[in-house]
Structure formats: C-alpha cells, structure tokens
C-alpha cells in the first residue's frame, strides 16, 4: 500500500525499481480548479460568475532519487503513458494521470541520481472498487463520494427498455440479450460492436448518496460500476 515515501503507477509499486520520493516533491493531494466564466456587468460592483460543475485537470510533480543507473531503462518504460495512480496514504482511492513530459538523470550523490517526473492529473479521486455491483430489482442504492460520477452499467435483457436513474431516463430499442453503456466514454456498445444507435437520451450519472435506479421491459438484471469520486 502507498505511504509517505513512494507510490504505485500503473499497478506497480516504485520500491520495485529501488526509487525513493524525495520528502519535498511527494506529489501531494491537491483540488481541481473549476472552469468558470466570468463577465463584467457595466456599472455595477459585482461580476457575472456561471459556474460550469466541471473541472480542470492539473500538474503534479514528483522528485525521484534512483539508487541503480542500471535500471533507467525498466523505468522509463514504466513511467510513461497514462494509467492509475496512487499517492501518500490515500490506500483506498487513485488517480488517472498521464507522464507529459521528459526528464534527465542528474547525478545527485557518489552513487545516486535524481529526476523529476510530471503528470497530468484528471480532476477526481477514485475510490477502488474491487467488483461490478449486481442489481436485480429496483430501489434504492448508495453512491460514495461528493461529485456526481460516471457509471459503467450493462444492462442485461431484451427487447424495449428504459432506464431510469433519479429523474434521468434513458431507452434503448431491440436490446439483444445485453447492452453496455460507459457514461466516462459516452458510448453504448455490446462488447465491441457500436450500439449507439438503439440509444436515446443522456448518458446516465450518479448523484452522491442516494439514487433511485429503475427499469421498465424485461430486464433481469443490472451491472453497475459506480466509478465513486470526490474532489
């Protein structure tokens, strides 16, 4: 599990490659900005601020010291590209982030060298989810969190169905046996083949807390991944 002096990217731990965080650059927490507009209203005191409910993703960086040149190789391949992220002693939450920039290794001691990496940083902490909850009836069902999130659900059954999610509804025509839907990626699909078209309506969210999940036609069960967050 992560702590204070290294962390885990793409599901491996940086131990593995003998690198050590350096205490000032641990890549803390931080909270996304959110995008906004704003407008000046003419001869008056206050702006017009309209606030978006979106947020911006934004730079963490982390210092290294690398105690195996041998290794530079192996780690340049594994920093790199964009996967989950974990930090500090958040053991039940991860980031999505990307490696955005290149580095060089500076010699730091007799045997050691440090370098800095950066990552571009979605907005949102995850919490982990080890398994798809399983829904066979409608009711009432808990969202951890404090955003709103955006669920994968697959929708098992046939024929006309509508999906309805607190006061959002969503129908799909002529399902087949199964269709999913992945409102991060806005796409329905059935496992690789296109399904948007039997789609109509906003990809489903979830709200914190409490949300009421229905259904009409015959649906014998729902999959859900609640993708839980928070700022």
């Known amino acids: 599990m992560p702590n204070k002096n290294r962390f885990i990217f793409k599901g491996e731990l940086s131990d593995t490659f003998g690198l050590e965080l350096v205490p ?3 890549g803390r ?5 959110e995008q906004i507009d704003r407008y000046e209203i003419p001869y008056s005191n206050n702006e017009l601020i309209i606030h978006s409910g979106k947020y911006k ?7 290294f010291i690398l105690k195996d ?3 530079i190789p192996v780690i340049n391949q594994w920093l790199s590209g964009r996967g989950n992220l974990q930090i500090d002693d958040n053991t039940d939450c991860y980031l999505i982030a990307s490696v955005i920039e290149g580095w060089e290794y500076e010699k730091f001691t007799f045997n050691t060298y ?3 990496v950066k990552f571009l940083v979605d907005p949102f902490y995850y919490f982990m989810e080890s398994r798809s909850k399983i829904i066979t009836k409608p009711g009432n069902y808990a ?3 404090n955003i709103y999130s955006e669920p994968y659900i697959k929708i098992n059954g046939n024929g006309n169905v509508e999906l309805i999610i607190n006061s959002q ?3 799909f025509t002529d399902v087949q046996d199964f269709i999913e839907i992945d409102t991060e990626l806005k796409i329905a699909y059935k496992d690789t083949i296109n399904q948007g078209y039997r789609m109509n309506g906003d990809f489903p969210i979830l709200n914190p807390g409490i949300n009421s999940i229905n259904w009409t036609g015959n649906v014998t069960s729902l999959e859900i991944k609640n993708r839980s967050r928070e700022l």
């Open 169 to 171: 509804i969503c129908s």
């Open 24 to 26: 000032i650059k641990l």
């Open 143 to 145: 969202n951890r969190g």
């Open 114 to 116: 440090k370098f800095s």
């Open 29 to 33: 927490r931080q909270k996304a900005e």
């Open 69 to 71: 040149y041998k290794l």
């Open 57 to 63: 993703p934004y730079i963490q960086e982390f210092e």
